[in-house]
């Protein structure tokens, strides 16, 4: 799988794969902030207790494009599920019909986006048992629990 590819770039060379004004990130760097990340999502359980990612389930990713998002992305692969980019440039209510129309259960995004997303009545603070999504911020540092030299892909 891809997300294997890269781990085994990241054991190999300390060169910058994203860079975004003045942040910069090794593959290194990306591949452990995208394994606790991994992490997490795959520890998320729902009111019943069952998993809240697993394979075949999709991650809605909104947010601006700076190196937490390309972490996110590789984050969801390693766990096992899709990504969903939303633009958070579109309307609310397209917002709103992408997130149904994905079944996403969990949104990735920043904070300053949070309470927009909210707005577009499809994503709550419940874990997606609902119908609705819930949201993980990825400039929260909490998120980012585990080990970082796990390997979270699906085999």
């Known amino acids: 799988m891809i997300h294997e590819l ?4 990241a054991e190999r060379t300390r060169m910058v794969v994203v860079q975004y004004e003045d942040q910069q990130l090794t593959y290194a760097e990306l591949n452990a902030k995208a394994n606790q990340l ?11 207790g069952n998993p809240v ?14 190196s937490r998002w390309w972490w996110g992305c590789w984050g969801i692969l390693k766990a096992g599920a ?3 980019p939303v633009d958070p440039e579109y309307p609310q209510d397209r917002i709103a019909y992408v997130l149904r129309d994905a ?9 300053r986006l949070q309470a927009m997303l909210q707005g577009t009545g499809t994503v709550l603070k419940g ?8 949201t993980l911020l990825l400039d929260d540092e909490g998120v980012y629990a585990g080990s970082a030299n796990d390997k979270h892909h699906q085999g």
């Open 6 to 9: 890269f781990e085994q770039q």
């Open 38 to 48: 991994a992490h997490r999502l795959r520890a998320l359980r729902g009111e019943a």
């Open 53 to 66: 990612i697993g394979p075949d389930e999709r991650v809605a990713i909104c947010g601006e494009k700076p």
């Open 82 to 84: 899709a990504y969903v």
């Open 103 to 111: 079944g996403a259960r969990i949104v990735l995004t920043q904070r």
């Open 127 to 134: 874990y997606g048992d609902n119908g609705y999504s819930r």
